[in-house]
């Protein structure tokens, strides 16, 4: 017999607008794994591998924008789910973890998957919550709804994140055959409401006056969801900095910092430097600005309406509670600006674009094939970039088709879980979804892909440059003798058996004259869903990037 609080767990969910759920099979878990796959408002999804599946929940809830639910069993299984928690963490993504647990009296009695999961996630999550394992009294139902109502809640407001409830189940756990499972028809919904904070009068004074007092403001947008815009007028008045996850098409914008902030003299990185940094969303991939920014430390106000701020740029001076839009139209607007320090951003900006350029023209090389597939990629695509080196590469390309939306994972940048993310997104989304992820993370996280979910609109770009090539990048693992073995990790897999294990469609590129060949095919939507592996040496990429990098440096040494 299922206890009705178990069984109206799926209830309270989709009465909160909670539509999909995650589930990986187990035993333990099978009263909870009933309950929402019999509801018959739920979506579910089957992943046997919980770290697969705790990344493939975070691109469902990337996409629709609300909680998902996760659904593993006991033991070890939980511990899974971790690194896409912490990501989900620290990007701000809401999940609903569910995992069931072993009675307390049989927890350290060396039985089968029994671990401590009682706040298991720690500091990962935004709140942790535990069921009762008995349901006896009267009180515990309402306990039990109370208990899922604010979990739900405490996902969405405040900043969204996971939140995790755990649930220690007593045998039996399958109902007894012909038994009906009934949910519950008068449900206590507990409702929160998030007001949107706007700044005082007198505040939007003060701060209008000080705005004036800065001479050279720059703007830097951090990583946000599309739809942000700013007005002309400010992109003309202020350099305004934006990575690739910064979802900002304004064309005025400045993008290919990331490159020559590191190349440029003492004396340019003086001429430009902010008296006031202004920014607006989440992570920076540049770390050629962040450099750049704690080494001269202006004053940073931070615009952000709720939640904990990062002083990322060891700057920060002011947390200013409003939205960017509150912000825009009320101080940014009337501040002066200072179009003259703007253009000398903007030059910089269009002579390393110059020589990116003359750099790509010609040669094969991973920038080159990168840049090749973003100026190909479908109208209002949704792409996926796996961290180490591909999001680098997108981030100094820098041009993003207007209607290409631009997701990673740099909650904690790690390369685990990009390729299931972006599967999770896919399941949901009716547009293309273009997945470009280095070698290691794909056959890292291959598990992503085994299971009866695969959509028919993925795309999965594999550069294979056989290794970690980003180590060789790195000056530090680069000078080093145990580069090959011990950073760099050769390996000697590609791409094609895995596809035809996941019944893929498989291309693969290993020149220009076969990547032009390969990508109209690759991109066409009709069809299942389809790899194309880009060949590289990691070796030849270095060489490349040193040379574009000497490029640049002689291209700006007189400006």
């Known amino acids: 017999m299922i206890p009705q609080p178990i069984i109206d767990l799926a209830e309270i969910c989709t009465q909160k607008g909670i539509t999909d759920a995650v589930i990986s099979p187990g035993s333990r878990n099978a009263p909870i794994t009933i309950a929402f796959a019999r509801h018959p408002g739920i979506k579910t999804y089957v992943i046997p591998d919980e770290r697969s599946a705790g990344f493939i929940a975070l691109g469902l809830s990337q996409y629709l924008n609300k909680p998902v639910v996760l659904i593993c069993t006991s033991g070890s299984a939980v511990y899974n789910y971790s690194p896409a928690v912490a990501e989900a963490f620290y990007s701000h993504v809401p999940l609903i973890i569910l995992s069931a647990d072993r009675p307390p009296e049989w927890i350290d009695q060396k039985d089968g998957q029994t671990i401590h999961q009682k706040n298991i996630f720690g500091d990962h999550v935004k709140q942790s919550f535990e069921f009762p394992d008995t349901y006896e009294h009267p009180d515990i139902q309402w306990h039990c709804h109370r208990i899922v109502n604010e979990a739900i809640n405490a996902s969405i407001h405040n900043q969204q994140g996971p939140i995790h409830i755990n649930i220690p189940l007593r045998e039996p756990f399958y109902p007894i055959p012909g038994q009906e499972i009934e949910y519950s028809k008068d449900i206590k919904l507990i409702e929160e409401y ?42 003309n008045s202020y350099p305004v900095i934006s990575d690739v996850i910064s979802n900002f098409k304004n064309l005025n914008c400045i993008r290919h910092h990331d490159l020559f902030l590191s190349n440029i003299r003492s004396e340019t990185s003086e001429s430009i430097t902010p008296d006031l940094l202004i920014t607006f969303g989440g992570a920076t991939i540049s770390k050629g600005l962040k450099t750049f920014i704690r080494t001269h430390r202006p004053d940073h106000w931070h615009i952000q309406s709720e939640g904990p701020a990062a002083d990322t740029f060891q700057s920060l001076t002011k947390i200013i509670r409003t939205s960017p839009t509150n912000f825009i139209e009320n101080i940014l607007l009337r ?57 680098r590469w997108a981030n100094f390309l820098g041009n993003m088709k207007p209607n290409v939306q631009v997701f990673c994972n740099r909650g904690t940048s790690g390369i685990d879980g990009s390729l299931s993310t972006a599967v999770g997104y896919a399941l949901e ?110 070796k030849t990429n270095k060489a490349f990037f040193d040379k574009l990098k000497a490029q640049i440096k002689n291209r700006l040494k007189n400006i």
């Open 335 to 391: 501040g002066e600006g200072n179009p003259s320090y703007s253009n000398s951003w903007k030059n910089l900006d269009i002579e390393t674009r110059k020589e990116i350029e003359n750099t790509l023209s010609d040669e094969y090389w991973e920038m080159k094939a990168v840049g090749s597939l973003i100026h190909n990629l479908p109208e209002s695509c949704h792409l996926h970039l796996g961290n180490s080196m591909p999001v």
């Open 429 to 538: 989304c009716s547009d293309p979804v273009v997945v470009i992820i280095g070698d290691m993370s794909f056959f890292y996280d291959r598990n992503g892909l085994w299971h009866n979910h695969l959509p028919d609109n993925l795309r999965i770009v594999v550069l294979n440059n056989h290794g970690g090539g980003i180590f060789r990048m790195i000056d530090g693992p680069s000078q080093q003798p145990e580069l090959d073995k011990y950073f760099e990790t050769d390996q000697k897999l590609n791409g094609k058996k895995t596809a035809e294990e996941f019944d893929i469609e498989y291309f693969d590129a290993n020149s220009n004259e076969t990547l032009k060949k390969a990508t109209p095919s690759f991109f066409n939507l009709k069809g299942k869903a389809k790899m194309l592996e880009i060949q590289t040496d990691s």
């Open 194 to 235: 998030s007001s949107s904070p706007t700044l005082s009068e007198e505040a939007v004074k003060v701060l209008i006056g000080e705005l004036k007092i800065f001479n050279r403001v720059m703007i830097f947008i951090g990583q946000k969801k599309a739809g942000m815009e700013l007005p002309e007028s400010i992109a």
